[in-house]
């Protein structure tokens, strides 16, 4: 089975500084794929960046990159310069391999992320 | 690139009726789903289907029916709806092709609440 945590229930950054989100997993799968989603107060999911467990280089997709340490399972979100329309639900979700899962994801319980001007 | 459009958006209900949530894609997806998502826990996996035809339970199955008579179509039955199943449904489609690294598409949800 697969596991995702997010520890930080809420989380504060002022306007134009980084932002770190939290997310540690649980796996038996050898390959295995790790997904951000950003869910702004309009209720959408978006997707952000994802990061395949095979991956020799930390995904990045503009603002965001994907901190992946795999010994320690943790695939943290940063944020580099953060903006007012950052104000968002953060979720991490991995999926395991084909054979396993099927393609469904399995998500963490999210992070508020509020940005201060 | 209308994407994968969720038909209610808001729907009230009460206890024991029934209704139908339709999920349609125009991407010619193979694999679609079903969440719900509620305040604290996340998403979670209700239902989900491989392709036109089949369907699998997730985590969290029971109250719910699904169908896919048509690879673009997959719906949400709940026959007798309780309070408990007040929600936010979210539906979501991907490709079977380039397995690994695609991200699931997701509707915009419908938000439903039974008194």
């Known amino acids: 089975a697969q596991k995702i945590t997010q520890t930080q229930p809420g989380m504060f950054v002022q306007e134009k500084e980084a932002v770190t989100l939290d997310c540690t997993y649980d796996?038996?799968?050898?390959?295995?794929?790790l997904f951000w989603y950003k869910q702004p107060s309009s209720g959408e999911m978006i997707f952000l960046i994802y990061?395949?467990?095979?991956?020799?280089q930390n995904a990045t997709e503009g603002r965001y990159s994907l901190n992946f340490q795999k010994a320690r399972k943790s695939a943290n979100l940063v944020i580099s310069a953060s903006q007012l329309g950052d104000s968002a639900m953060y979720f991490c979700?991995?999926?395991?391999?084909?054979?396993?899962?099927?393609?469904?994801?399995?998500f963490g319980r999210g992070t508020q992320l509020t940005v201060w001007p | 690139n209308a994407g994968v459009t969720q038909t209610p958006k808001f729907r009230v209900l009460k206890t024991g009726q029934s209704m139908t949530l339709l999920c349609a894609q125009d991407?010619?997806?193979?694999?679609m789903y079903w969440y719900r998502q509620d305040p604290g826990m996340g998403l979670r996996l209700i239902h989900y289907?491989?392709?036109?035809?089949?369907?699998a339970k997730g985590e969290v199955p029971d109250g719910y029916n699904v169908s896919r008579l048509k690879k673009q179509n997959f719906l949400l039955g709940l026959e007798s709806a309780a309070p408990s199943q007040t929600s936010v449904y979210f539906c979501a489609s991907m490709p079977a092709t380039d397995f690994s690294n695609q991200p699931q598409h997701f509707g915009d949800g419908t938000r439903l609440s039974i008194l």
């Open positions: 979700a991995m999926r395991g391999d084909r054979g396993s899962t099927l393609g469904r994801l399995y």
């Open positions: 796996t038996s799968d050898q390959s295995y794929g």
């Open positions: 990061q395949g467990s095979y991956d020799e």
């Open positions: 991407m010619n997806h193979e694999y």
């Open positions: 289907s491989v392709g036109e035809g089949t369907t």
